[in-house]
């Protein structure tokens, strides 16, 4: 190797599939996170593919991201749910049967295509918090679900662009953490004694 030539680490891959119920915001949340814009009608979505360097934590990370569909193309769902590492799970604010379909709908099934294990990484999303009027899904309710998964939780606005950053960087330190324990490093502490223990 010559002196002008340096080593550069390669950045991770992960692929990471954004689920939930139509109309919650799933291509509002996709493309705040990979263009910084906010998209303010429903077009509904069979799949859309996304791909974006960031640098979490100090190291870079390659996403590929799969923005889904809803409830209108079911038959898509077991292929995105084998063939993707980590998932973003959407229900809106103001919309409770979007919180109650994914349970129901979404994570029971993404447990089922994971050959059973629990041990899949997710974030359990509230999106549209700027419509706090209109609520009808309570923070208390999407905690009490996070918690029982064992999973991150946070609410965000993509309209604008509230914890949508912290949304995936939350997927990708769960990603992270399960291939350390795979390559048999040490697991990292967290301060509360959860696995994956953000909460917001």
Not at 33 to 51: A, G
Not at 84 to 109: P, T
Not at 114 to 129: A, F, I
Not at 134 to 161: H, T
Request: proline share 2%; hydrophobic share 35%.
């Amino acid at each position: 190797m010559s002196a002008t030539q340096t080593t550069t680490e390669k950045a991770e891959l992960f692929k990471i599939a954004v689920v939930g119920s139509g109309g919650v915001g799933k291509s509002a949340i996709t493309l705040r996170f990979v263009n910084n814009t906010f998209v303010d009608y429903y077009d509904p979505t069979i799949e859309d593919s996304y791909s974006k360097q960031v640098l979490v934590d100090g190291k870079t990370v390659k996403l590929e991201i799969l923005d889904t569909a809803g409830q209108e193309y079911e038959i898509l769902r077991d292929s995105y749910m084998r063939n993707n590492d980590g998932f973003i799970l959407v229900y809106s604010m103001v919309d409770r049967s979007s919180f109650e379909e994914l349970e129901k709908k979404f994570m029971n099934h993404i447990v089922q295509c994971k050959d059973g294990s629990m041990d899949v990484p997710m974030v359990l999303v509230g999106n549209k918090c700027d419509l706090e009027s209109s609520r009808q899904v309570q923070k208390s309710v999407g905690r009490d679900m996070a918690k029982k998964w064992n999973i991150p939780f946070l609410e965000l606005s993509a309209k604008q662009g509230t914890n949508v950053q912290e949304c995936f960087q939350a997927i990708v330190r769960q990603l992270r953490e399960m291939n350390e324990e795979e390559d048999g490093q040490p697991k990292k502490d967290t301060t509360d004694g959860q696995k994956k223990c953000l909460i917001m």
